[in-house]
């Protein structure tokens, strides 16, 4: 199950905290180069201030320094043992784990860089990534998902010169219930299924491809949201 972190304060109610990963890349997870986001599309980072408005962001040191600044009307963290940044909505911990601490809000979410998203990981209850419909020059990349940890079940496409989906990634747990597979006639959890799976089609077992039309059966099937 994800991890959920409360904080008790005399007086005051527990705080539960979800943790979640918010974070752009392109089809190779490439997320920047040379400290730099690789593209420019107006509007892509709409659903980060939606998500992220009135919540606490934490930052790894370099990802911040990139910024530059405290982000407004949000909680700033960043995570670093070697500078220390301060000032309104912001504060410097060395690591995770206290920056996790030291969050007061309900969602807590980590924007960076790779390392953090990687130490993340395991604690995360969601993934909001913004996947990038093209293949830009990177040096930095996002972490690639455990395989069986993480359903797919949202996603919102916008067209433009450079096309992106906002996709939501949900934390699978054993409370799920398991669906009769239409292309196996068996029954599997949701994360297995194929349309939920963060795969590309080459990676898709042979055993999934056996019938002609397996991409229409996929579209189709009622389960391929969860």
Avoid at 142 to 152: E, N, V
Avoid at 179 to 204: F, G, R, T, W, Y
Wanted: a neutral charge; proline letters at 6%; charged letters at 25%.
């Amino acid at each position: 199950l994800y991890h959920l972190f409360s904080d008790h304060d005399a007086g005051d109610a527990a705080v539960m905290k979800h943790i979640a990963l918010i974070a752009a890349c392109d089809r190779s997870r490439a997320i920047g180069k040379n400290g730099k986001i690789p593209w420019n599309i107006a509007g892509e980072q709409q659903r980060f201030r939606q998500l992220t408005t009135g919540q606490t962001v934490i930052f790894g040191r370099r990802t911040y320094e990139e910024i530059g600044h405290p982000l407004p009307c949000r909680e700033t963290i960043v995570v670093s043992a070697s500078r220390q940044f301060s000032g309104s909505h912001l504060q410097t911990v060395p690591t995770l784990a206290e920056a996790l601490a030291a969050a007061k809000t309900e969602w807590v979410f980590i924007g960076g860089g790779a390392r953090l998203y990687a130490e993340a990981m395991p604690l995360a209850e969601m993934l909001y990534l913004t996947e990038i419909d093209g293949f830009f020059q990177g040096d930095v990349f996002f972490p690639p998902l455990p395989a069986g940890q993480f359903a797919r079940i949202a996603e919102e496409r916008h067209d433009g010169e450079i096309p992106y989906v906002y996709v939501t990634y949900r934390r699978y747990t054993k409370k799920w219930k398991k669906v009769i597979c239409p292309l196996i006639n068996a029954p599997i959890n949701p994360v297995d299924c194929m349309e939920n799976q963060d795969l590309k089609e080459e990676s898709i077992p042979e055993k999934f491809k056996e019938k002609e039309n397996w991409k229409n059966i996929c579209e189709n099937c009622k389960y391929q949201s969860h």
